[in-house]
């Protein structure tokens, strides 16, 4: 909503000395945010001169050389506008006036002297929707009655200041002047005047007007029927208003009803009496029913629109916009007014489908009943005035609403109580007083009556917040609630991993959860349905993610795309999908490493399978799951290396996966874990409790064999724990070789194993035996040949 | 006497010629050892005297002491020269380049989330989460925003079916909270978590972070709307600057009844007006409000007794106001470079 400093002041005196930013940023105060605030015209030093003389100019066809009276001084200026004649009265910008064009000096045009310009419209900087034809082709044509030398602007009534409001949703109210004026007369402590309603009536017309309102999404509908109009050019005022609020004029009659519509906030429908017969239908549309829109716009409604019918057909839709066959035109000499309140909602649905425009966005957020009667009464007023009208004595009405000013009790120590305050009961009273709220006192509560008008107030919480607004937040003093002591919580799990897995060297990173739907069933081959959006920005983000692995590589590439090659990232966050008809998200951590890792003091090593198992190994068992998780091969999804990947277990629940990736999906060598911590975290993990420390040395013994390639370390490895027993605490592998002087089909492996008792010293004797037994039991089980031992 | 004073003057002249721990070893076997000359003056004594005895005697023990005493001096200070020639010959360039030890680097995001959340959990908040993938019903209609409400406008959302949508506010999380608490327990948290909206242009991306803080008590425990003054000068101050100062401006959410947005003093030119700010030396950090009773009522607490305030920063624009990121795109581009930047405590 954009308010004019010249149409406020019809119903608000403000001081001349209160600039614009000053109301401005007094608004913003109360809660009344703008876009922009300042001057209608921001161009300068233009006045109004009188054309002397006029001659070709010696070098061209198309200028000439004037000399303009300018009241303190004739002024020689060049002029290339072809409507330029002596005696006309003209906008002349003086040198150094500034333009939206730059700004005017004094020098030579084609070798002649110009000191100024004769302007056009369009150079004041008038937006171009308000310009006619002769507003851009030729400098503008004058009345007589302008003063020479004095002020153009002010003589073309321009002179005007405005600020463009974005309103909170809440503040219909605010979208006319006169709410705006009740804003202001509440913050500057003054009263809103009166708005002249007059008009006289045709008495005894006998109108055959017949109304049926036949859907309950419209509360209240007047009609009036308006005969003998005579249409031309809005007032200079009316005009200049619309121009100011962002509406184009266009004739005195179709201005007239903006007018109203700004003035008042209540939208208002002309029809074409002519064309529209007499009788006038408000009812649900029909499904799949058809109307031509004043733009031209063939569409097709459903039952969620209303309409406005003829006994014949649809003509217009409600509060959105009229149909062609009833528009006011050129020719119309009588007219039917409508002034209605329809449902906010269907409103809504209907304007988002065919055009958002003024009218829609008041209905969408409410009218006072009051206003509705008002606007048909202004309307009238105007039309008589400025369109020779006669203007009907019945009207039709048809009034579902009760208006009644709602009555909310309220105390003192409410107010202060949510507020943190101590405002006197008398400041209160002052505070709705100014509002335009009247206040008595029953039982020592006072009986607040909020103005019809203020649709957004309607129970205690709502005054609190206008006390609130007109007392002045910011005279608030902050100070911290009396709260008991105690110590608050949060998800320490998530920041241990974080802390962990950045001391290993990973760079954290964050990603959207939007994807390709054809990318979400990648990395994966678990079972589910994709989660797509019903309207999504485009086809690249049409879904969410199941796995977060789709998203880190696209981190992955972008750095590789900045020749950044070392990439060791991760992140935690949802992938979502839907099962048996049920939506789902789940809590993932991923990893994705390449590159060069650095790890321990000074080494650094290209990234392979063994090292991203060593993180999650030192992750796992960080977060206390030593022991309980085994890495075991399957099938895998088609990105990953069949032969270099491996799912991750914890209590022989599949929890994760972690491998290289396929050739094909990326030419690096590229890593990639994905765990689900939820799956993780399903398995719970004890206190961390102090173990004893063995009194007693431990003894190492090594020992290789050879045996089949294929065989699983690990499976050797439970080999060796069941026959080491008890005192055989460590297990480890120290080497791996195949290569010369092994067979083919053959690989070597070394284990380091750590003997222990805890209640004595172990003899050579003692270990021994069990050595050579744990020996055995893997020479025995894969055929092995012993290489080595000690 | 006289064998006595050459062993002496043939001493003094050795330990003159001694520079080396080897050369002073041999020189304690030459006077010291089995034949050693002083040793040898030893075993002269029997054969003397008993007048002699007593005055030879003496004189050899006084050598043998003289010899010992120099031998221990000249052997650190032998020891000390031998140590310092072996520094010498391990001297390094110390300005030669380190070895590398890579940490990685927590996101900035997370960065600030952490010292938000000891901030909160310091007054007593506990950090709670919910869905991203929320019901229409917790999102909007038990935060007092009913199907056709038209603030829902300001949120344009991502439905997946007619009930399920990506949240658009971390807010879903206190209709949740509360439901669980049904109306029996104060409450004090702050929600960090993501959010999406369907918008894409210059200044929204359609997946962002909010903060959402939330206390409900009892009404006479005072959470006013001084109290949420308070509260929120603390959180501006301690995580933009302690210097800031507030501007509470009323707005309009249909969650809370009074609203209001929350600007903080342009921390950039400190209030003069810039292109951060865009010359209004302010520059708008919070939404907050009194929680709306209609909003407590339909989860479970009685307005009448209960109350609270609410509050919401954007999390990605604290985060960028903190450290200075002009450009919201960087944090979700994650160039390893930016990244690293990171790695490393802020100044206190």
């Given amino acids: 909503m954009i308010l004019s400093r010249n149409f406020v002041r019809d119903y608000l005196p403000l001081d001349d000395d209160l600039s614009i930013s000053d109301i401005a940023l007094d608004m913003v105060k109360v809660g009344n945010e703008y876009d922009s605030c300042g001057p209608l015209i921001h161009a300068t030093n233009l006045v109004v001169g009188q054309v002397l003389e006029v001659k070709m100019h010696p070098d061209s066809d198309h200028l000439h050389l004037c000399r303009v009276d300018v009241g303190t001084e004739v002024l020689d200026i060049v002029c290339g506008a072809p409507n330029v004649r002596e005696g006309l009265k003209v906008i002349v910008a003086l040198v150094d006036a500034k333009l939206p064009g730059g700004v005017i000096k004094s020098g030579k045009i084609r070798g002649c002297v110009s000191n100024g310009m004769l302007c056009s419209i369009q150079e004041l900087g008038l937006d171009h929707k308000f310009l006619k034809k002769e507003d851009i082709e030729g400098i503008a044509e004058l009345g007589d009655d302008a003063v020479i030398g004095s002020d153009a602007i002010k003589y073309l009534g321009l002179d005007d200041e405005v600020i463009d409001f974005e309103l909170t949703a809440n503040r219909g109210d605010e979208l006319s002047i006169l709410g705006l004026a009740y804003e202001l007369g509440a913050i500057y402590n003054k009263k809103v005047g009166p708005i002249d309603l007059s008009y006289t009536v045709e008495k005894n017309c006998h109108d055959k007007l017949k109304v049926e309102v036949e859907t309950k999404k419209c509360s209240l509908y007047l009609a009036k029927r308006v005969n003998h109009l005579k249409i031309g050019p809005s007032p200079k005022f009316i005009r200049n208003r619309l121009i100011a609020c962002g509406i184009r004029p266009i004739n005195n009659v179709v201005d007239i009803s903006n007018y109203v519509m700004l003035e008042t906030g209540q939208p208002l429908h002309f029809y074409d009496a002519t064309h529209l017969g007499d009788t006038i239908v408000v009812r649900d549309a029909r499904e799949g029913e058809e109307l031509v829109t004043l733009d031209g716009v063939a569409r097709t409604l459903d039952s969620d629109d209303i309409v406005i019918a003829s006994s014949k057909e649809a003509i217009g839709l409600a509060g959105v916009m009229g149909g062609a066959t009833t528009e006011v035109m050129e020719d119309t000499t009588s007219i039917i007014i409508e002034s209605a309140i329809f449902d906010a909602v269907s409103v809504r649905k209907t304007s988002k489908k065919v055009l958002r425009s003024e009218a829609s966005n008041r209905f969408e957020k409410g009218l006072d009943p009051k206003r509705t009667y008002m606007a048909m009464d202004r309307a009238c007023h105007l039309l008589e005035k400025y369109a020779s009208a006669l203007v009907s004595d019945l009207c039709f009405t048809y009034d579902k609403t009760c208006v009644q000013d709602k009555v909310i009790e309220i105390t003192a120590s409410d107010i202060n109580l949510v507020l943190g305050t101590k405002i006197s009961e008398d400041e209160i009273q002052n505070i709705f007083s100014r509002l335009g709220f009247n206040t008595s006192t029953l039982d020592g509560k006072m009986m607040v009556s909020v103005p019809s008008r203020r649709l957004d107030i309607s129970i205690k919480e709502d005054l609190i917040e206008e006390v609130g607004r007109i007392y002045g937040i910011n005279n608030i003093k902050g100070k911290l609630p009396l709260l008991g002591i105690r110590s608050g919580s949060y998800d320490k799990t998530t920041r241990f991993i974080r802390n962990k897995l950045v001391d290993l060297g990973l760079n954290e990173v964050l990603t959207q959860i939007f994807l390709p739907e054809e990318m979400v069933h990648e990395y994966t081959l678990d079972d589910f349905e994709t989660v797509r959006l019903m309207d999504p920005l485009s086809v690249e983000k049409n879904a969410l993610r199941y796995s977060l692995i789709p998203s880190l590589m696209k981190v992955y590439q972008y750095n590789r795309a900045r020749n950044l090659s070392d990439i060791c990232i991760f992140e935690m966050a949802k992938g979502f999908y839907k099962k048996e008809n049920t939506y789902s998200e789940e809590y993932k951590l991923c990893i994705v490493m390449s590159g060069e890792y650095y790890f321990s003091l000074g080494s650094k090593k290209m990234v392979d399978f063994y090292i991203l198992k060593g993180v999650i190994e030192e992750l796992l068992h960080a977060l206390g799951y030593e022991n309980r998780y085994r890495f075991v091969t399957g099938e895998y999804p088609l990105e990953f290396h069949p032969y270099q990947s491996a799912y991750i277990e914890v209590a022989g629940k599949r929890i994760g996966i972690l491998g290289k990736l396929h050739p094909q999906k990326v030419k690096d060598d590229v890593y990639v874990a994905e765990i689900s911590l939820d799956k993780l975290f399903v398995n719970k993990v004890g206190k961390n409790k102090y173990s004893e420390l063995n009194k007693y040395p431990s003894i190492k013994k090594d020992f290789a064999v050879i045996l089949d390639k294929d065989i699983p370390a690990d499976s050797i490895i439970s080999v060796i724990k069941k026959a080491g027993g008890k005192k055989l605490t460590g297990v480890s592998v120290f080497d791996v070789y195949s290569g010369k002087n092994i067979d083919e089909d053959k690989k070597s492996i070394a284990f380091s194993l750590t003997f222990e008792d805890y209640s004595k010293t172990l003899t050579d004797e003692e270990v021994n035996v069990l050595f050579e037994k744990v020996i055995a039991a893997v020479l025995e089980q894969y055929q092995a040949v012993l290489r080595d031992h000690d | ?348």
């Fill in chain 2, 1 to 348: 006497m006289r064998q006595v004073e050459d062993v002496r003057s043939k001493m003094l002249y050795d330990y003159e010629t001694v520079i080396r721990l080897d050369e002073l070893n041999e020189l304690k076997v030459k006077y010291l050892g089995k034949k050693g000359l002083i040793t040898e003056l030893n075993s002269q004594i029997k054969n003397l005297d008993k007048e002699e005895k007593k005055a030879f005697g003496q004189a050899v023990n006084e050598l043998r002491g003289l010899f010992l005493e120099k031998y221990e001096k000249l052997k650190k200070r032998l020891e000390e020269d031998k140590i310092r020639e072996q520094l010498e010959g391990e001297k390094i360039d110390v300005t030669l380049p380190a070895t590398k030890i890579r940490r990685g680097s927590k996101h900035p995001m997370s960065l600030a989330i952490e010292e938000i959340e000891d901030l909160f959990v310091s007054m007593g908040y506990d950090v709670v989460s919910g869905p991203e993938l929320e019901s229409d019903e917790y999102c909007f209609e038990r935060l007092n925003l009913p199907k056709g409400h038209p603030a829902r406008d300001m949120q344009d959302s991502f439905y997946i079916t007619p009930d399920y949508l990506l949240r658009t506010q971390t807010s879903s999380v206190q209709a949740r909270y509360m439901m669980e608490r049904q109306g029996k327990t104060p409450i004090r948290i702050i929600v960090p978590g993501k959010t999406y909206r369907r918008e894409d242009d210059a200044t929204h991306a359609p997946q962002f972070s909010q903060i959402e803080g939330l206390v409900v008590d009892k009404k006479e425990n005072h959470v006013s709307l001084a109290d949420l003054k308070g509260t929120l000068e603390v959180f501006a101050r301690h995580m933009l600057g302690s210097n800031l100062d507030l501007r509470f401006r009323p707005s309009y959410f249909p969650f809370t009844e009074p609203s209001y947005e929350v600007d903080v003093t342009c921390f950039k030119c400190h209030g003069k007006g810039c292109n951060l700010c865009k010359d209004t030396g302010w520059i708008e950090v919070f939404a907050a409000g009194m929680v709306h009773p209609n909003v407590l009522r339909m989860n479970g607490y009685d307005p009448e007794v209960w109350g609270g305030f609410a509050f919401g920063p954007g999390w990605d624009r604290i985060t960028m106001f903190r450290y200075g990121i002009p450009d919201i795109r960087l944090m979700y581009q994650n160039d390893i470079r930016f990244l690293q930047e990171f790695d490393r405590k802020d100044g206190e």
